[in-house]
């Protein structure tokens, strides 16, 4: 027996076990966005866009078409789900190891045996020669009692890692989407910066031939028209490497959407696009909710501090029931035997010189808790970070998008003009050549801006949560 101190120093460490407990998140946001002020005249209430598929805001079928199959045929999201399978497999089995244990045996031998030399000998039981069969069977259990509750513990373990790796596929579905749309608006982008080159490249065309005729009809100096020749060369050239680059965006979009054997010339990126549409209003304090990976952090969580309880719950006794039954037959030359038996045991296991290592573990364990906590509370900020910093800059890409339009009509109208001008003879080239640049500039501008945009609007509705059913696990 222990003596006394010994005794209290055990049962001290046991009570310092059982309440190891992980401290509580410090998960403090502030109440609103900064861009909600400025964005919260035009964005709808909740509900109005189902954030699950935010892609269908965008009335873009071929772009719905792409997202849905690369969530359906992408790889990586192929790996994801095959990783919750493998983690609920998992589950079970670390259920079924504090439920009762047991093997089933059955055993059966014959033996024929020939005495080739030496004294015969034939006694009951006892057979130089001759054919002998020996058959045993048994059951045993062994079940471990569980007085602490280390198996619904190791249950809420198993439930919260399952919830991890299912949130870790939710943020893959949704990281995949968003990467599927970006690629799309970039492609389209590609698009209207080719069909912009290819009316740079007729425009400089036009003006080419129009200096031709004036410097053959002596209105005009003979090297106007090689002056716009090295414009139009430079605007072929870029015809060339946007064709080429078009068809890289194009190739990779395929790739995600799981169809990698199919010609680019399948995808049709029409040179135009829309306006992003706009993102529903929500509550920094609403992302614990919305974002996927907040969920996943959360539910890391939930398992380390199960992990944390087990490790304490170590320290505990533990006691083992093992009942058994067991049936044997013997047949010999002129004997024969069979018996029948059943048993019942039990054991006490208590830590002792091992309280040290479990000690040692159970350290481990809260560091590793605590790191929990802290990323955790880092994907929470992470995500208000990343929310306020779309909306806020979608926000401004929209008021640079307006400003751009309006500059662009402007200076295609003073193009037009020049352009008027220069082939009646009213306008020099320089100054022709100088409108055509300045409107090419704006356009340039304008098209960078739309694009940004859109591909704005995408980051912004993942931000705040979008890509995948919330709804469906809110009451986890």
């Not at 045993?136 to 259990?141: E, K, L, M, N």
């Not at 400089?204 to 200096?211: H, K, P, R, W």
């Not at 159970?362 to 929990?372: D, F, G, I, P």
């Not at 704005?456 to 890509?467: E, F, L, P, T, Y």
Request: proline content about 5%; overall charge neutral.
């Amino acid at each position: 027996m222990l003596r006394r101190p010994g005794y209290l120093a055990v049962m001290a460490t046991l009570a310092l076990a059982a309440c190891a407990s992980p401290r509580d998140p410090d998960l403090r946001l502030p109440a609103a966005f900064e861009a909600s002020t400025s964005a919260s005249a035009a964005a709808p209430p909740p509900g109005v866009l189902a954030l699950d598929t935010w892609w269908t805001a965008y009335n873009d079928p071929e772009l719905t078409a792409l997202i849905e199959q690369a969530l359906t045929r992408n790889p990586d999201i192929r790996t994801a789900r095959s990783r919750l399978d493998e983690v609920k497999a998992q589950r079970t089995g670390a259920i079924l190891q504090y439920l009762p244990q047991g093997d089933a045996t059955l055993q059966g031998r014959r033996t024929d045996t020939d005495q080739i030399g030496g004294t015969a000998a034939n006694i009951p039981g006892f057979s130089t020669a001759g054919v002998s069969k020996q058959y045993q069977s048994g059951f045993t259990v062994s079940w471990e009692i569980d007085p602490w509750g280390r198996g619904f513990v190791a249950y809420r373990a198993a439930n919260a890692e399952v919830d991890r790796v299912r949130y870790a596929y939710e943020v893959a579905r949704a990281q995949l989407a968003a990467e599927t749309a970006d690629s799309w608006f970039e492609a389209k982008g590609l698009a209207i910066q080719l069909a912009d080159a290819r009316e740079t490249t007729r425009i400089q065309q036009d003006l080419y031939d129009v200096a031709s005729k004036r410097a053959e009809r002596g209105l005009a100096a003979g090297t106007e028209p090689d002056r716009i020749a090295g414009d139009l060369s430079q605007a072929k050239a870029q015809v060339e490497a946007l064709e080429a680059q078009l068809q890289v965006q194009k190739r990779a979009i395929l790739i995600l959407a799981g169809r990698i054997v199919e010609p680019t010339a399948n995808i049709n990126a029409a040179p135009e696009v829309g306006q992003a549409p706009t993102v529903p209003q929500v509550l920094p304090s609403e992302l614990l909710q919305r974002r996927p990976d907040v969920r996943q952090a959360q539910a890391a969580l939930r398992s380390a501090a199960a992990q944390q309880k087990l490790a304490g719950l170590a320290f505990f006794p533990s006691f083992t029931f093992s009942p058994g039954i067991g049936w044997s037959r013997i047949e010999q030359p002129g004997f024969s035997s069979e018996t029948q038996n059943w048993s019942i045991g039990g054991s006490v296991m208590q830590p002792v010189l091992s309280i040290p290592r479990l000690l040692s573990d159970l350290k481990v364990q809260n560091a590793r808790t605590e790191q929990a906590v802290t990323a955790y509370e880092k994907t929470v900020q992470t995500a208000f970070q990343e929310a306020e910093g779309a909306l806020v800059s979608l926000d401004a890409d929209r008021r640079r998008v307006a400003l751009l339009t309006d500059g662009e009509a402007r200076a295609r109208r003073a193009y037009e003009a020049a352009r008027t001008g220069y082939g009646r003879g009213l306008t020099d080239l320089s100054s022709t050549l100088s409108a055509e640049q300045a409107w090419r500039s704006v356009r340039a501008q304008l098209t960078s801006a739309q694009v940004q945009a859109l591909r704005r609007s995408v980051q912004a509705m993942k931000a705040i949560g979008g890509g995948w059913p919330a709804q469906a696990y809110a009451a986890k």
